[in-house]
């Protein structure tokens, strides 16, 4: 088994009478590359400054190395992190930006050249070394503040929202590139991001975190495929979520209808359960048939690869679709139509019921 | 046209009596008339002549030199206070440092003539400069407090991540930073401490006074042009000094952060 190299035991932080992280458990592994997931103001950053010690917690330890780090300031901590920002000094050159961490341990000056070079290597920055940040652009200062933060070999590596700041598409290539360093420096990361699909490209893990806690840990797959929360199942982009009551180990009766689920795992009979479904799951049906529900067209938004529709079954329950264009038929609000929710399309949700929306 | 000319009477307004006392100090007569009726420069060299001059000189140096040197690091570390600190009633601290002595100069003198004198001070510098020191402060308070705010905190966060102690982080990014306000603070300074003199006139004498006050007991013995050129001096002076602190800011502000 792999050691733990982050461990947060039972972490709180309050700001005022603000909650931000609620005795939160983690444990990163050696080489891993973890995502904490979630929406603005569900304890990720602060999870992050807990770690990088630029907070102390209210209540809990942290371990790095299995040593309780939890009173050690952050210059002690021997991390490496990539802010948001940047945050790269402005009136230092690249190359003094990245040889800052170096020059702290009081490396000789010709291993500080020698790794900032490598460094500048690693990023592809090799010409950049003597212009100051500002001369730069977003996604070569994202790669100046990596750099910085890789050269002088960090056990840990910290991102917050290491994608957010750069436009779309340097976004994606950035993304790609960022693992690829990840991958062949082997550095264990935790990063921080709002963005599913970033989440997903990027780790091996991912944490998806709401109201100061994690509501689900697991590999990319399991989140994307079986979440365990309605939370997650929304955050992550199943928005439609029925509520149902199981009628069988694989039937859940949905406003009147019974519907075959086969989401692996056998229901409890007469449990009331509910069900998430991703909006291109559904199909739409031309005429009866199993699986299938009518509903009505509440909107529809058209967004030429396809069109996203919100439509209510009988009992007033919203399910999300989207139709792939051009669209079989002509659609308009107020129709009514056949859906066809297939089987291997439901992820059930565990936990307590949330309430409905 | 109208706002133009009205510029321009304005500007007249303000410099006429700079132009009246520059073109004074070329009379070659001993009146203080206007308009000159010659050019010379014999004014001049009674100014640097006049003993009483060169030792106020040498005072006036002294004391801005001491102010500006004590003054700069205590409003720094002021305007840090008064932005990162947990302070109870910061708005009250920030409105009484920041703003420029609201007492009179002459309520102001008498206060420190009075200690002055109760501590048996009167005969050194040190009153003087302490007096500069509380004159200046709000002027360099004020300038630094601008760094300080646009100082973004993740900067140091940013170092300290890197491995650099609270000590290093401040020496290298946060004063490094700070270099534009710092540097418009020590200009207030000299400039305000070197023109100082209501507060200065009360607590000097003839050993200890600088220029200003030497200038006031000259006018008040003599009424020749040497004033006039000693005021042309300190005119030119002060407009240097400024001038080549605003070029220099301006380079400096090459490093600002945009």
């Known amino acids: 088994m792999t050691p733990t190299v982050v461990e947060l035991r039972g972490c709180t932080r309050d700001y005022g009478p603000v909650r931000a992280v609620d005795a939160l458990d983690l444990a990163v592994q050696e080489g891993e590359c973890l995502a904490l997931l979630g929406p603005s103001g569900c304890g990720k950053t602060t999870t992050l400054n807990l770690i990088a010690g630029f907070v102390p917690p209210t209540a809990g330890r942290i371990l790095i190395d299995g040593a309780d780090v939890t009173d050690r300031p952050p210059h002690l901590r021997g991390l490496g992190v990539v802010f948001q920002s940047y945050a790269l000094f402005p009136h230092l050159s690249v190359r003094e930006n990245v040889a800052f961490g170096l020059r702290e341990r009081r490396l000789p ?48 590596l910290l991102l917050d929202e290491p994608l957010a700041a750069l436009d779309r598409k340097l976004r994606e290539g950035m993304r790609d590139e960022l693992r690829a360093i990840q991958r062949s420096v082997g550095i264990t990361t935790i990063f921080v991001t709002h963005d599913q699909a970033e989440a997903l490209g990027l780790s091996d893990r991912i944490a998806v975190m709401h109201r100061g806690r994690i509501e689900q840990l697991g590999a990319p797959r399991e989140i994307y495929e079986r979440p365990a929360t309605r939370f997650v ?50 199909r739409l049906s031309t005429g009866p048939g199993d699986n299938v529900l009518e509903a009505r067209i509440e909107g529809l938004v058209y967004q030429g690869a396809q069109t996203d529709m919100t439509a209510r079954l009988s009992d007033g329950q919203r399910v999300l679709l989207s139709v792939r264009e051009p669209a079989p038929a002509q659609l308009a ?14 992820m059930v949700l565990m936990g307590e019921p949330s309430s409905p929306r | 046209m109208i706002a133009r000319l009205a510029v321009v009477a304005l500007l007249a307004f303000m410099t006429v009596p700079t132009v009246v006392v520059i073109a004074v100090s070329f009379n070659p007569t ?45 409003g720094t570390l002021a305007a840090l206070a008064l932005e990162r600190g947990r302070l109870r009633g910061r708005s009250v601290w920030a409105a009484m440092l920041l703003s420029p002595l609201v007492v009179p100069g002459v309520a102001a003198g008498l206060g420190f003539l009075i200690l002055a004198a109760g501590l048996g001070l009167l005969r050194s510098r040190s009153v003087l400069v302490a007096a500069h020191v509380a004159l200046v402060l709000p002027f360099v308070v004020r300038s630094v407090w601008v760094s300080v705010r646009n100082l973004d905190p993740v900067l140091e966060r940013a170092a300290a991540s890197l491995g650099a102690t609270p000590w290093r982080v401040f020496r290298r990014v946060t004063l490094p930073l700070l270099r534009p306000g710092l540097f418009a603070g020590l200009l207030f300074a000299v400039v305000v401490s070197l023109n100082e003199f209501v507060v200065s006139l009360f607590i000097s004498n003839r050993v200890t006074e600088i220029l200003p006050v030497a200038m006031f007991t000259y006018v008040v013995n003599y009424t020749d042009p040497t004033i006039a050129a000693l005021s042309s001096l300190f005119i030119v002076v002060t407009f240097l000094v400024v001038w080549l602190a605003d070029r220099y800011l301006n380079l400096a502000g090459v490093f600002l952060r945009p």
């Not at chain 1, 009979?269 to 559904?282: H, N, Q």
């Not at chain 1, 609000?333 to 399309?345: E, F, K, N, S």
Request: glycine residues 8%; proline residues 6%.
């Open chain 1, 109 to 156: 000056a010709a291993e500080i050249e020698r790794r900032v070079g490598d460094a500048l290597e690693l990023v592809r920055l090799e010409r950049a070394g003597r212009q100051r940040p500002a001369e730069l652009s977003g996604g070569m200062q994202q790669r100046v503040a990596l750099a910085r933060a890789l050269v002088y070999r960090p056990r840990v």
């Open chain 1, 233 to 282: 199942a929304d955050f992550i982009g199943a928005s439609t979520v029925l509520r149902g009551r199981a009628v069988a180990a694989d039937r859940v009766t949905v406003a009147g209808a019974t519907l075959v689920v086969t989401s692996g795992r056998p229901l409890a009979v007469g449990a009331d359960v509910e069900l998430a479904i991703r909006p291109e799951r559904v």
């Open chain 1, 333 to 346: 609000a107020g129709q009514t139509v056949r859906m066809h929710l297939p089987p291997d399309a439901f």
């Open chain 2, 30 to 74: 001993a009146i203080l008339s206007f308009p000159p009726s010659g050019l010379s420069l014999r004014w001049y060299a009674n100014v640097v002549a006049y003993p009483q001059f060169r030792r106020a000189a040498v005072n006036s140096l002294l004391v801005t030199a001491a102010a500006a040197a004590l003054a700069l690091p205590a």
